[in-house]
């Protein structure tokens, strides 16, 4: 078995696990900051956003070190 695939695998997955679960604590605590002052809300999104796209980057990082574990022997 080659181990680095599965390192590979395991990069990617919680990688992708993890933004996952903090995307949709970032989107839900928008969605309720913005239901209790409403008059905030672009302020709101735009943070979000902001937020959104730093968590995106960590399955990003995640696949860029899974090709590093498995092109990399």
Known sequence: MDWSMLAAAIVVGLGALGAGIGNGLIVSKTVEGISRQPELK?????????G????EVVPIIGVVFALLFYFVK
């Open 42 to 50: 672009g302020s709101l999104q735009l943070t979000m956003f902001i």
């Open 52 to 55: 959104v796209g730093i968590v």
